[in-house]
């Protein structure tokens, strides 16, 4: 028969699945001999099988538990609802990750009209036996009943007040007996029948309100927010009680073993004296630091040490850890490896691995690869923060934290910053065209847009602060005036973004810059020494291309070539290329692009120092780079010299219904294969004179996009090479380079085996595999995808986290099919799922040879490709 509920004896730290994280802990530090108050936990299959059977505890269940409950009693050797010595319970929930949306705990179970004054009496304490029936009733009313606190909180203020005191320990137990009268009344109002008094019944009702607890919405977005899966459930512990509220020689506390703000060896916690459970954490009065526990319970202070440092031993991690001291008597009611600050974790993993207590392995795993973000951003002043005003919330679209005088274009951003200035440049929302201003700005703010606008994406990949749909704002960039409510500010007006938390500030908030500690380098350093996977980035200028190899980067893998034709010289002859009507004027205008590509190629090439770089071919819809408006048209037409008319006609020739699925990728080369030629040109010369001037030894690697049939990579490639070899004899050299496609077309997966003949490395372009996988638009599903997440269709938004089950098998299948014709073929991925920790542990099972990401998520990768290896390894 399936067993529903253990007793703390009958569990163990592995069992945390089925005792939830902080019931199998209760078990662990009983089996190694800690002093827990004893109890059993009921599992979170009982949880599952509560929702299973329509919301009820199922008899056999009900059953178990009352067999733990009696064993429970003959050890304290109290009864469960006996006046001359009543036993005393908590009721904690506990998931198998900590989800700070679930319920409350509730202590003093059990107390009921005459169990009180038994308390009273056994413990010659009347004042602590009617604090805690007040705490119960408060607790269980708010936790079970679902009565408002704040109706409690108002009863118990005013009393305080009547009685003209500040603090509840001051409060009489006749003036308890009284608030304990008004609470049940309270309780009688809104519920229409009596407190419950029955401890049974108490005990049922807890433990159901739990199981409810975790479909709350708190918990329920949480766990979204998380990726928690929903099926887990919770598990519900049920403690016999001690009391840290008997007195001056009781009390209770929170410590960490180690600071969880910087990693610091030594205990770092609060304690308070006369006070039960979560008054440490609600701040009813200001706890005292740790050490002067050493001052008021000595000896337990001693013991409470010796106990902390054996459960970091016996853990090997640092430990949060949640007791109590009743008369003088130390006990263990929690702990769990501690949350911390990244900066402590790098900390606290290194000097770890030097204490001999973890491997190096273990160490890497100790770091989350999102919080890398933290330490690579500048910070705001703690202390200049608290006092900043805050002037509207958006989203927090890129972190960071960022203080200047506000511009309203890009060009203003620019040559403000020119002149020296710190710029934060506010747009409605931005477009390619902003590129220059967001380059140089020190943060983006916009009004309109989400978490992956345009502004979002750009930011996050140049790591620059962002925060994007700030509808409180409204921006008017031709008056270059922005509100707020009543205020309005206009340019030069200081500004201060924290992306992290995606709040705007009035004002100027100095920051800090990031402290890259030598700690930090060291445990990248041992992240190298264990990953397999290499690291690449995207990268489309030497800038990217720099600061990727500061963070490690070991080769671009995706060198997008279209970003470089926006640029202000060069726009207008992309223009003229893509409105010409015959070959011979394209090639014209793609003459002139022809030198400025080439030095960009150069540029990159020397940036990455001989490191290998894939140059992708021309891909957007050409449409992208045309005026829309008429008057853009007019201007337009002018700069290029071209007759309105004809401009305005080619411009809705030139217009798509679906330009994602239209004229793009290696279509473009197809049909015009002069700009394949061009580029091929751009890059090999590139490789060439570098050869010439400073003896590098380049080899490109040309990628041709958006392939979906062998024949059309091997009608492009034939134009490349045939380009290269006439370069070759004119210039009377050679270089090496390699040619390959981008795979993002589920027809490619299918026929991979087709295509690795004519390509030498694969590069799995998973924003347009899983766009078309799907067939959702990533640009324009954003609001669905966030629907299908609320509504627990998609658990993860499969633009973000490659989606193994579907993408994720077109993906292996095209690894399995590559190899078998060609077994050495490169491969890697590209898309922006190339910095997502999860989907690099993917790649790297799928045998992939790099990932690559964006500059500023480099070092993310970079751990959790060795993660990826460490959580292998442990299997
Ligand atoms: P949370 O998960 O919110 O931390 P807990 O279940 O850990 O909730 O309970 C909060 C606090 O309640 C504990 O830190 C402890 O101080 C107190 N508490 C819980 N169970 C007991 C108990 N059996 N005896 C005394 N105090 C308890
Ligand atoms: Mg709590
Ligand atoms: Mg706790």
């Not at 700690?519 to 992240?527: L, P, S, Y």
């Not at 190899?549 to 223009?575: K, Q, S, W, Y």
């Not at 509504?791 to 690894?815: C, H, N, S």
Request: hydrophobic share 40%; net charge negative.
């Amino acid at each position: 028969m399936e067993k529903f509920v253990y007793s703390f004896d009958e569990g163990s730290k592995e069992m945390k699945n089925l005792l939830g994280g902080k019931g199998a802990n209760l078990a662990e530090m009983t089996k190694i001999g800690l002093p827990v108050p004893f109890g059993f936990t009921v599992t979170t299959e009982a949880c599952n099988r509560y929702y299973e059977e329509g919301k009820q505890i199922g008899a056999d269940i009900i059953e178990d538990i009352y067999i733990k409950l009696a064993d429970l009693e003959k050890r304290t050797g109290k009864t469960f609802g006996s006046a001359a010595n009543p036993l005393l319970v908590s009721v904690r929930s506990g998931a198998v990750f900590s989800m700070p949306g679930m319920m409350d705990t509730i202590l003093n179970l059990g107390l009921n009209d005459e169990t009180v004054i038994g308390l009273a009496e056994l413990t010659q304490n009347p004042r602590f036996a009617y604090d805690s029936y007040r705490r119960f009733i408060q607790m269980f009313g708010d936790v079970v009943l679902e009565v408002h606190k704040a109706k409690f909180d108002a009863i118990f203020e005013a009393k305080k007040h009547e009685k003209g005191v500040h603090f509840d320990v001051e409060l009489k137990t006749e003036d308890l007996q009284e608030i304990i009268v008004e609470y049940k009344k309270l309780v009688l109002q809104e519920m229409g029948h009596e407190f419950p008094q029955e401890p049974k019944d108490q005990l049922m009702e807890a433990i159901k309100a739990v199981f409810r607890s975790w479909n709350n919405d708190r918990a329920i977005l949480y766990r979204q927010l998380n990726g928690i899966p929903s099926n887990l459930g919770t598990a519900v512990n049920v403690q016999s009680m001690v009391f840290g509220n008997m007195g001056d020689t009781s009390g209770t506390g929170v410590a960490f073993t180690r600071s969880p703000v910087n990693g610091e060896k030594k205990i770092f916690g609060e304690f308070l004296v006369n006070a039960q459970g979560e008054d440490v954490v609600a701040g009813i009065r200001t706890p005292q630091p740790i050490d002067e526990m050493a001052v008021a319970f000595p000896e337990v202070y001693v013991e409470f040490k010796r106990i902390s440092e054996l459960l970091e031993k016996h853990y090997t991690d640092m430990q949060d850890m949640e007791f109590t001291v009743e008369r003088n008597q130390l006990f263990m009611l929690q702990t769990r490896n501690g949350k911390r600050t990244a900066a402590a974790a790098v900390k606290v993993a290194v000097d770890m691995e030097k204490e001999g207590l973890i491997d190096k392995m273990t160490a890497v795993t100790r770091l989350e690869p999102a919080q890398i973000d933290q330490l690579l951003h500048p910070k705001f002043d703690e202390n200049e923060l608290a006092k900043a005003v805050v002037l509207a919330k958006g989203l927090p679209a890129s972190p960071g934290a960022a203080s200047g005088k506000i511009f309203f274009t890009a060009a203003d951003a620019v040559s403000a910053v020119a002149n020296g200035e710190k710029a934060i440049l506010v747009r409605k929302e931005t477009s390619p065209e902003d590129l220059a201003g967001m380059v140089v700005a020190e943060g983006i703010l916009t009004a309109r847009g989400g978490m992956t606008s345009h502004a979002a994406v750009v930011a996050r990949g140049m790591g620059k602060c962002c925060v994007s749909g700030c509808s409180e704002i409204s921006v008017d960039e031709d008056t270059k005036i922005m509100a707020v409510g009543d205020k309005t500010f206009t340019e030069g007006d200081f500004l201060s973004l924290h992306g992290t938390m995606g709040v705007v500030y009035q004002g100027l908030v100095n920051t800090v810059a990031p402290a890259l500690s030598g700690d930090f380098e060291t445990i990248m350093e041992w992240a190298d020494e264990i990953r397999t996977l290499k690291i690449r980035t995207n990268a489309d200028n030497p800038r990217d291309a720099q600061q990727a190899v500061e963070f490690g980067a070991e080769g671009i893998g995706l060198c997008r070539t279209e970003h470089m034709f926006f640029e202000d010289e060069r726009i207008p002859n992309v223009r003229r290329m893509i409105v010409a009507d015959t070959e011979e004027e394209r090639r014209e205008a793609l003459a002139v692009l022809l030198p400025y590509q080439k030095e960009d190629f150069k540029g990159i090439f020397e940036a990455m120092g001989q490191r290998p770089v894939t140059i992708r071919l021309l891909d957007p819809p050409l449409h992208e780079f045309l005026p829309h408006t008429e008057e853009e048209i007019k201007e337009l037409a002018e700069t290029i010299n071209v007759p309105y008319e004809k401009l305005s006609r080619r411009v809705s020739e030139l217009h798509e219904f679906n330009p994602m699925l239209g004229h793009r990728g290696c279509r473009l080369a197809i049909t015009y294969p002069e700009i394949a030629e061009m580029q091929a040109e751009a890059i090999i010369m590139a490789a060439i004179e570098l050869k010439k001037e400073k003896n590098m030894d380049v080899v490109p690697e040309i990628m041709i996009p958006l392939v979906g049939l062998a024949n059309e990579l091997s009608y492009v490639k034939k134009v490349v090479i045939q380009t290269i070899e006439k370069i070759f004899k004119r210039e009377d050299t050679t270089v090496k380079y390699m040619v390959g496609t981008m795979i993002e077309i589920p027809r490619a997966c299918v026929t991979a085996d087709a295509i690795a003949k004519e390509a030498e490395f694969f590069s799995f372009g998973t924003n347009d595999l899983t766009q078309m996988t799907f067939g959702f638009s990533r640009d324009d599903t954003g609001n669905i995808i966030k629907e299908y997440r609320d509504k627990l269709i998609f658990e993860e938004d499969p633009f973000q986290t490659l989606d193994q089950v579907g993408v994720g098998q077109l993906i292996k299948m095209a690894v399995e099919k590559g190899k078998s014709v060609r077994p050495n073929i490169k491969l890697g991925i590209c898309g922006e799922h190339g910095g997502d920790p999860k989907t690099i542990e993917f790649c790297h099972h799928a045998g992939l040879n790099y990932v690559s990401c964006s500059p500023f998520r480099v070092p993310i990768a970079r751990l959790a490709a060795a993660q990826a290896v460490a959580k292998a390894s442990k299997k």
